[in-house]
């Protein structure tokens, strides 16, 4: 069964409520199997399994030449373009808790005032709870209090960019490519 017929299950038998925001149905990460939000670890036996690792059981590229990373990666794995009901995907647009917490640690040891790095904050508005798109808003802050921008109650992602005050680093996570990426000097081999 793939993720997205055991979704239309839960969703005929009311076990799962759709998401809306304003009237709008956001469940399109159904038919991919990603959800929306922050991703919080599955539960006891689950373990993370890296794109890499799943390119090496199947065959397929992590990702393809010329594309960048997003829900059409790995063929091999889907039923008609759905995840299996045993691997579940990233939610869109949002880093995971853990590796939120290891970018921020990764950062701050490499950033030259560590925790106490200014840094910037941006929301992607259509994931925040109030949209107003005529007073947009950059959050200011120290790298050290990154975990609060995480934690963010208006927002039900992680932010879509944080960057130092200086831009000697920028982290970008793309709701639609399923990816963060993080941009500066090259300074060691150490991943996240």
């Given at each position: 069964?793939?993720?997205?017929?055991y979704?239309?299950?839960?969703?005929?038998?009311?076990?799962?409520?759709?998401?809306?925001?304003a009237?709008?149905?956001?469940?399109?990460?159904?038919?991919t199997?990603?959800?929306?939000?922050?991703?919080?670890?599955?539960?006891?036996?689950?373990?993370?399994?890296?794109?890499?690792?799943?390119a090496g059981?199947i065959?397929?590229?992590?990702?393809?030449?010329?594309?960048?990373?997003?829900?059409?990666c790995?063929?091999?794995v889907?039923?008609?373009?759905?995840?299996?009901l045993?691997?579940?995907?990233?939610?869109?647009?949002s880093?995971?808790?853990?590796?939120?917490?290891?970018?921020?640690?990764v950062?701050?040891?490499y950033?030259?005032?560590?925790?106490?790095?200014?840094?910037?904050a941006?929301?992607?508005?259509?994931?925040?709870?109030?949209?107003?798109?005529?007073?947009?808003r950059?959050?200011?802050?120290?790298?050290?209090?990154?975990v609060?921008?995480?934690?963010?109650p208006?927002a039900?992602?992680?932010?879509?960019n944080?960057?130092?005050?200086?831009?000697?680093?920028?982290?970008?996570?793309?709701?639609?490519?399923?990816?963060?990426?993080?941009a500066?000097?090259?300074?060691?081999s150490?991943r996240?």
């Amino acid at each position: 069964m793939s993720y997205h017929e055991y979704r239309q299950v839960c969703v005929a038998g009311g076990s799962i409520q759709l998401a809306a925001l304003a009237g709008i149905d956001l469940e399109a990460g159904i038919v991919t199997g990603g959800g929306l939000g922050r991703a919080e670890h599955p539960g006891r036996g689950w373990r993370r399994l890296r794109w890499a690792e799943l390119a090496g059981r199947i065959g397929d590229p992590v990702v393809p030449d010329g594309r960048l990373p997003f829900h059409r990666c790995f063929p091999s794995v889907k039923k008609e373009g759905s995840w299996p009901l045993g691997i579940v995907p990233p939610t869109e647009g949002s880093v995971d808790r853990g590796t939120w917490d290891r970018l921020i640690a990764v950062l701050t040891e490499y950033s030259p005032a560590g925790p106490g790095t200014p840094c910037l904050a941006y929301y992607n508005p259509l994931m925040v709870t109030a949209v107003d798109f005529g007073d947009l808003r950059v959050r200011a802050g120290r790298l050290g209090d990154a975990v609060i921008v995480y934690d963010n109650p208006e927002a039900g992602f992680s932010p879509s960019n944080l960057w130092a005050e200086d831009r000697s680093w920028v982290l970008c996570t793309d709701y639609d490519l399923w990816g963060t990426k993080v941009a500066g000097p090259r300074l060691s081999s150490k991943r996240c």
